[in-house]
């Protein structure tokens, strides 16, 4: 199985999906979710789960900050915008929440890069499943592990640079 986005070139995310771009939300927390494609999911599978983090902000805030979790996704095709126009995912609770955003349901979305000292490398995991999730909005990371262990048929990465916000 392999993941591939219009959004990134060259191993870079586009501007327009983090903090160099015009799309925030409460918090000043991006929020235009890129497009994702999957291709050769295995027999079986049922859905996919999608997790966006960045293990660059461990030795900045002490943990592997989460962007974006979604499950329920029952199409190879993640549409740009997918956070704030889909009503066909279930998006879990990002590491804005209790930061810059204190609504859990305004975490519960799409929360693009936002580097505070250098130039971080992204890594957009798709884990393809044998079952649809029963998740609400808001769960989180562990849930979605919890929830997923044993059923998971493939896994798939893509790695992506996005720099600190540009001085005006």
């Given amino acids: 199985m392999d993941i591939t986005s219009a959004a990134v070139n060259d191993g870079v995310l586009d501007e327009r999906f983090g903090c160099n ?20 999911a295995p027999a079986g599978t049922a859905s996919f789960a999608v997790i966006f983090d960045d293990p660059d902000s461990v030795p900045v805030c002490g943990f592997k900050w989460v962007h974006w979790l979604v499950t329920g996704l029952k199409t190879s095709k993640l549409p740009e915008d997918a956070s704030r126009e889909s009503d066909d995912i279930v998006q879990g609770v990002n590491s804005w929440y209790g930061r810059d955003v204190f609504d859990i349901n305004a975490a519960s979305r799409y929360g693009g890069p936002y580097p505070p000292d250098k130039v971080h490398t992204y890594v957009i995991t798709v884990l393809a499943l044998d079952f649809v999730p029963v998740l609400r909005t808001g769960f989180t990371y562990e849930d979605l592990e919890k929830v997923t262990k044993g059923h998971v048929l493939a896994k798939a990465t893509l790695k992506c640079k996005y720099p600190p916000k540009y001085s005006n």
């Fill in 21 to 40: 771009g015009q799309d925030f939300a409460p918090g000043d927390m991006p929020s235009r979710s890129f497009p994702l494609e999957i291709v050769g």
